[in-house]
Each structure stands twice: as structure tokens, then as C-alpha cells.
């Protein structure tokens, strides 16, 4: 399934725009999955379309994509779209939904890259009064040295105005929102770097973990089993009390205790102390509810059985991959489709020629011998990456790309395409691929592909030097004139004898201390020649 047009819907500029075509492409997709058999969900009037979505060529992909083709005067669906399609699609676009109203970088206007944190610095006095902002985030682009002020808002309606933030500003707005519809609630600090919301349930007659930058409830042990944290301290802060709530966060509170390595008395005083100054104004109904409440969480934690829930045991979901496995926050490096596509621009069609390269040492990429941007390193510019590992041997002094150890296959791509404009007058001429690779059996087994469009793949044949040249041919209305896609799988014939066979086939080796600026021999490079189409 072509994924592409995730990336074009991210360069709708107007960010109300982009909400609603996204939002509207989710109606489309959620009517079909919840009543397919509706004939009135199977066809859009072709009025409707060229209205709402045909300035945007984006929106009209993901259509496509969905199975929407023009009949006549209506768009109609094609049957043979399955649900399990369907289902993908709408969570990219939800996914897509969800990056866009909580921002987590800042892309440089002028040079469309990602600016680099720079300082903490303090806010505006308009920021302090309409946004009850403590500090601002100062970023500043690599290449044109604009910055960028990112001021850390916590007035929930400026939040709602500024639909930014990260999981400190999701819990100060839900928990905000959960007050208002007379819902006890309560902000829980975690001294390991997250927070999120409480919420007392009468019926349960117990306070429930929500976490709204994750989107889930009831779920307290994804910290520790999903996310893999060492829990120390969860501090509950209500408008009425202070909590220790460590204990419904670990599996073993005994445990925890040992590591924290303070005066437990001492903290348990200081809380107390706290909770007389809070509670000074309350009546003694109101103490005696939050006494109740207290005494029903010391029976949860001497009672309660700590079983692991499946929507425990996944990793983080928000924030980007690399910053994720960074914080060790999750372990699924697995499956990931990016879709990136490198769109060449009119420079590139004007000479004829785009040169794309990653350099394994330096977990970076280069267009056209001009360093990228870094954010995440390998997986940034990839189409698509399922089970490989950039893998840095520190006993050896090496670096290279394997497989995951227990995955019986890796499979690793980058795709090169026209933009709808260039591709009327250009296409591809010439491939020329360096893809440096090195087998350490015999039953290591590395297959390097080229995909042209989404007609033809070309399996490459292995060589000394692992580099390989194609010619494209003119076809008239082919996709092979506009994208390619190179395609590595790494594999082995010898799992089941041989537990270190994930590292027998690699991709891109080289030693980390010996190489100089002038070896590119480990470099993947794809040389693509642009030509114009003759009719």
C-alpha cells in the first residue's frame, strides 16, 4: 500500500486545513468500517470532492488509496478494499491527527529542517499573564541560525489555543477538563520525567491511571513492564491533598523501597505536614471523604494482586522513535514505515541528477553531499524499516546494520520520486546503487532489490563491491518514470543452529575509530540521472 501521501498531507501550510482534510478523510474510512454494506457510504458526489479535497493532492492520494476511483460524475468505492486495510489507514490518519495538534519539534520555515534545542530561557510578560508560563524552550535552526521560541504554557486556555505541548501540558489540560465535569481529579508527577492524570471513580470507589498524551486508562504497570522504567518516586497532587502513589505504579513496592534510599519516615512527615496546610480550610465532611479515600487505597495496596494487563506491555507511543529508544522507553524499533519519500526538487531536475547517502559512522544522511538535518539518524529518510538495527560493537570497535536478534528476516528501503509537477516533463535515466554488505557464512543471506513504481522489481545481483547500475526504460504512463524504491532483506538459512546468526549478513561496516573524512567505501549511496521525457 503506497503510504505517500502521509507526507504530502503534513505539507498542508494552513494547520486548520490540515485538521479538517484529515479529519474528513477519518469520516470517509470510520463510515465504511462501521456500515460497509451501506451503499450510500460507497459512493462521494465528484462535487463534493472537487470542493473539499481537490486542492490538496494529498487528500486525493489517501482517496485513491482507499479505494475511491471516478465513475462518471461520483467517486466510487472499490469493493475489493479489505477491512484490515481500511483499519491501517485510519490509524496513520489518526496517528497523523494526533501529531498535529501536539506539537513535539519545530521545523525551520526557511529551511525546512528541524531546529536544535539551544536554551532555557525566561518567558515575556504577556507569556507569564495569559499563559502562566515558568520558562520558554529556545531552539535555533543549524543552517540560517533563526531561532524559534517555544514558551511552556500551562493556562489551560491558552493550551487549548495553542494546541502544543508535550506530556506536562497533556495532563495539566485533561486534568482541567476532568474537573470541570465535577470529576475528582489529581496530576501525578513521576520523578523519572512523566506525568499524567488520576481520576476517582465513584462506581469503583478507586482512583484510575489515565494518561492522556498516551490515550490510556487503567493501565498503571505500562511505566514499568511497557516502558521499562526503574519507578521510584509517583508523587499525586490534588487541590485538597499530597500522595505517595509509588505503590500502584511497581509490581513490587518492597523493592522500590530499597532503592530510594531516603528517610522514609521523614518523607511520610513532611507529606503529613503538607496535607494539614492544604486541608486547614476544609470542613470535616470534606476531610473525612479524603480520609475514606486514603483508607480504601491502603486496602488496595496491602490486597491487591499485580497482574499484568496486555495494554501494559508496549512501549511509548508518543514522541518521535529515536528520542523513545534514546530514554530506553520502548523496545520496538521493529516495523517502522515512515514513508519518507526523497521528492527531488527543480534544482535537481535542472542538473539532472540527485545523490543520496548515509554514512553508518556517523548515523547520517546526505542529499547531494549537503548533511541532512539529524533527528533520529538511520530511520529518519527511510521508506520503510522492519527488524533492523544499526548495531555498534564496542569490544571491536565497529558499526554496522543487522537484523534483530530472534526476527527470522530484516527488511530495510528508500524511495525517490518527482513531485506531481516534475513528473509531466521528467523521469528517471540512469540507477547507480553502492550498497556495501559483508557475510560472515555461508548461509547469510543479503538480497538487494529496486522497485519501479509499484510495477516492476528488479532483484540486483550480488558482487564484489555490492554496487549496481540500471537503466530505466521510457514507458509512456508508467510509475517506473516517476519513483523508485531500493529494497535490502537480510536473512539466514541457519537460525535454528546458530544463536548468532541476526549478525552473520551486515550492511555498511566499518570500523569507528579508523575511518577518515575521504572513505566513503561504507557509504550507501543512490545516484539517480534525470532526464527529460521524450513523446
Known amino acids: 500500500m503506497d503510504l505517500s501521501f502521509i507526507n504530502n498531507l503534513r505539507k498542508i501550510n494552513d494547520e486548520d486545513d490540515r485538521l479538517v482534510t484529515i479529519t474528513l478523510l477519518i469520516d470517509i474510512i470510520s463510515n465504511l468500517l462501521n456500515d460497509r454494506n451501506n451503499s450510500r457510504n460507497h459512493t462521494l458526489p465528484a462535487n463534493y470532492i472537487q470542493e473539499t479535497f481537490h486542492k490538496y493532492s494529498a487528500a486525493m492520494d ?20 479489505s477491512n484490515e486495510q481500511l483499519q491501517e489507514l485510519s490509524k496513520l490518519l489518526e496517528n497523523e491527527l494526533d501529531s498535529t495538534s501536539i506539537d513535539q519539534s519545530k521545523q525551520c520555515d526557511r529551511c525546512k529542517i528541524l531546529m536544535d534545542f539551544f536554551q532555557y530561557i525566561q518567558p515575556t510578560r504577556e507569556e507569564r499573564e495569559q499563559g502562566d508560563a515558568q520558562k520558554v524552550e529556545l531552539y535555533k535552526c543549524s543552517t540560517c541560525l533563526s531561532q524559534y521560541r517555544f514558551p511552556r504554557f500551562n493556562a489551560p486556555l491558552k493550551l487549548l489555543e495553542t494546541r502544543q505541548g508535550r506530556c506536562g501540558e497533556a495532563a495539566n489540560l485533561f486534568t482541567c477538563l476532568s474537573r470541570s465535569l465535577s470529576f475528582q481529579s489529581r496530576y501525578i508527577y513521576d520523578t523519572t ?28 504497570l505500562i511505566y514499568e513492564k511497557g516502558w521499562k522504567k526503574n519507578i521510584l518516586f509517583c508523587i499525586a497532587f490534588a487541590k485538597d491533598h499530597v500522595e505517595d502513589v509509588t505503590w500502584k505504579y511497581v509490581t513490587n513496592f518492597k523493592q522500590t523501597i530499597q532503592r530510594r534510599n531516603i528517610n522514609e519516615k521523614r518523607m511520610a512527615k513532611t507529606i503529613s505536614r ?3 496546610k492544604l486541608q486547614s480550610q476544609l470542613n470535616q465532611q470534606e476531610k473525612n471523604k479524603i480520609i475514606a479515600n486514603r483508607i480504601e487505597d491502603i486496602v488496595s495496596m496491602l490486597n491487591e494482586e499485580k497482574l499484568t494487563k496486555e495494554s501494559e506491555l508496549h512501549g511509548r507511543q508518543s514522541g518521535s522513535l529515536g528520542w523513545k529508544l534514546a530514554r530506553g522507553e520502548t523496545d520496538q524499533q521493529d516495523d517502522i514505515t515512515n514513508g519518507f519519500i526523497y521528492f527531488i526538487n527543480n534544482e535537481e531536475c535542472d542538473k539532472g541528477f540527485i545523490s543520496i547517502e548515509y554514512n553508518s559512522v556517523l548515523d547520517k544522511y546526505y542529499r547531494n553531499e549537503i548533511e541532512e538535518n539529524k533527528k533520529d539518524g538511520l530511520i529518519d529518510k527511510v521508506y520503510s524499516c522492519s527488524n533492523i538495527q544499526r548495531k555498534i560493537e564496542n569490544d571491536w570497535k565497529m558499526v554496522y546494520l543487522s537484523r534483530k536478534q530472534l526476527n527470522q528476516s530484516g527488511i530495510i528501503s528508500w524511495a525517490i520520486q518527482f513531485n506531481s509537477e516534475q513528473e509531466e516533463l521528467y523521469r528517471f535515466h540512469k540507477i547507480n546503487i553502492q550498497c556495501p554488505s559483508t557475510s560472515f557464512d555461508q548461509y547469510a543471506q543479503i538480497s538487494c532489490q529496486l ?4 510495477e516492476q522489481v528488479i532483484v540486483l545481483p550480488q558482487n564484489s563491491n555490492s554496487s549496481f547500475e540500471y537503466i530505466v526504460e521510457q514507458t509512456k504512463h508508467s510509475l517506473s518514470n516517476i519513483r523508485i524504491q531500493f529494497k535490502v532483506i537480510l536473512t539466514s538459512s541457519n537460525d535454528n543452529n546458530d544463536d548468532n546468526a541476526w549478525q552473520k549478513a551486515q550492511l555498511f561496516r566499518q570500523s569507528i575509530e579508523l575511518t577518515s573524512e575521504n572513505d566513503q567505501s561504507h557509504f550507501l549511496r543512490i545516484n539517480a540521472t534525470i532526464i527529460k521525457k521524450t513523446f
Open 193 to 220: 520525567d512523566h506525568v499524567w492524570t488520576e481520576v476517582y471513580s465513584e462506581n469503583q470507589h478507586r482512583w484510575l491511571h489515565c494518561d492522556a498524551c498516551e490515550n490510556l486508562c487503567d493501565s498503571p
Open 62 to 81: 489517501c482517496l485513491l488509496t482507499v479505494g475511491f476511483k471516478q465513475v462518471s460524475d461520483d467517486y466510487v468505492f472499490d469493493q475489493t478494499i
Open 451 to 454: 522497485q519501479l513504481g509499484d
Open 274 to 276: 503538607m496535607n494539614e
